[in-house]
């Protein structure tokens, strides 16, 4: 089955691009929410997290308060690469079983990995897609979405991979930041959608400019 990796800055619009592709019948397994998955109450991720970073993280009806995580392991690098040799296993063999129990039929489907280049999961996918935008325009989403500071939306945008790291290693690219010339989502989504069936078929195509 091809595997098309969705990747992105956070506040690109990784979602309302992935929301597109599934209108299309397409598959989508999201590895944030795989995230959420992994640290359930329950899981015994749960417990090594809160054992690793401070038992105040857990809410009141018993699940990871993932918001004050973040934002503590922003403020200390070092914390954020405990954090991922802890979850990054975790969450990989979530997708792959998610994967194993599609359709066989199923001519690709769309694996939305917002650390793709960061965690090195490039040969976990046979195409790779980048969202892209400003990042002054990731930091104005991200600080109005989650109600932060300009200051540490900037810190969450410069800890990632960089927005000409991620076009580089990008096979296809979205833009979507919101420019006029930048054409319509959907449009853009069809038309990849069209060229990933034929790859899938082993047809010839052309990736749209």
Excluded at 125 to 135: G, Y
Aim: glycine share 8%; net charge neutral; with cysteine.
């Amino acid at each position: 089955m091809l595997r098309i990796g969705l990747t992105g800055g956070i506040g690109s619009g990784k979602s309302e691009v992935s929301r597109h592709f599934a209108t299309l019948g397409i598959p989508v397994i999201d590895t944030d929410l795989l995230a959420r998955e992994v640290v359930d109450p329950g899981q015994p991720l749960l417990q090594e997290i809160l054992d690793t970073f401070g038992r105040d993280l857990r809410l009141k009806d018993g699940s990871l308060d993932r918001s004050a995580l973040r934002t503590r392991v922003f403020e200390e690098p070092g914390l954020r690469q405990r954090l991922e040799a802890m979850t990054h296993p975790r969450i990989a063999q979530a997708l792959e079983d998610r994967v194993a129990a599609l359709p066989a039929h199923t001519p690709y489907v769309l694996l939305v990995i917002p650390l793709l280049f960061e965690a090195g999961w490039q040969k976990q996918v046979d195409r790779v897609l980048v969202v892209d935008c400003p990042e002054a325009v990731q930091v104005e989403r991200v600080a109005r979405r989650d109600r932060i500071p300009i200051e540490l939306a900037w810190t969450m945008v410069r800890s990632q991979a960089s927005r000409e790291q991620r076009r580089r290693g990008a096979d296809d690219v979205i833009d979507n930041g919101g420019g006029k010339d930048a054409g319509s989502l959907e449009t853009r989504v069809r038309d990849l959608d069209r060229c990933y069936r034929k790859r899938a078929r082993g047809e010839r195509y052309d990736t749209p400019a």
